[in-house]
């Protein structure tokens, strides 16, 4: 449990490496619980999406950037995010928007206005949170903590088949996904405010071979064993 203000409540904090199946997880638990689920990857995609729509190039309009981020409002309804009311998920999954999100999230000023957009939300209820900063930097002190890995060729896999079911147009080969991928998980790690790293308390789980229920059935126990 986690004291916020006057009210204690469950944080579940869910990192790891791009396409590691964090939002598949995610919402199912908080689903399951009744809890709130936040992608925070979606929050750093709503800024990347409308800096595109702006032909902002980073690290040239940086200030530019950092005033989309200020102005969106996040709201989350039925567990799914809204920016400014909107719900923006099918426009900022497109490969456009991952080949640049990385370079606005490595932005300092985007950061520490993000967090604070969802420290906010997740003030006054029981939340799971996906990202990659939540258990070391917007929750330290989450109920629970996984870092959620799985080999770059097996995420690739299967990012590649959920753009096929989306029925993406100009659907890239998954050579230039599993690149992609790789690129972006560098990109992450090696970022110097808030990079990819796995908490020191973070229960690691590697999903190369497990499904998503024997995966959710693994966090279900650990979630049984954490101490109130
Ligand atoms: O989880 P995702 O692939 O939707 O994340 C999109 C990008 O945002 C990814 O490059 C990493 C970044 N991100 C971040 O830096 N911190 C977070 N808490 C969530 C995502």
Not at 24 to 40: D, E, F, V
Request: with cysteine.
């Amino acid at each position: 449990m986690v004291k916020q203000g006057h009210m204690s409540a469950t944080i579940i904090a869910i990192d790891g490496p791009a396409a590691s199946g964090k939002s598949t997880l995610a919402r199912l638990i908080a689903q399951h619980h009744g809890w709130a689920y936040i992608n925070t990857g979606q929050m750093y995609r709503a800024v990347a999406y409308f800096g595109l729509l702006s032909n902002l190039t980073l690290p040239e309009d940086e200030f530019a950037a950092i005033g989309i981020a200020k102005s969106l409002c996040f709201s989350i309804k039925n567990r799914t995010l809204l920016v400014n009311g909107e719900d923006l998920s099918e426009k900022i999954c497109l490969p456009i928007v991952e080949k640049v999100v990385s370079a606005y999230a490595a932005v300092p000023d985007i950061r520490s206005l993000l967090v604070s957009k969802q420290r906010d939300i997740a003030k006054t209820q029981s939340v799971v949170m996906d990202g990659r900063d939540i258990g070391t930097v917007v929750f330290p002190d989450a109920t629970l903590k996984i870092f959620l890995v799985a080999r770059a060729e097996v995420r690739a896999k299967r990012r590649h088949q959920e753009l096929q079911d989306r029925g993406l147009d100009n659907l890239p080969p998954y050579e230039e996904i599993l690149r992609d991928i790789e690129q972006r998980d560098a990109q992450d790690r090696e970022r110097t405010v808030s990079p990819l790293i796995q908490a020191s308390d973070a229960i690691l789980v590697d999903t190369s071979t497990l499904s998503v229920q024997e995966t959710i059935a693994l966090i279900e126990t650990l979630l049984k064993e954490t101490p109130a």
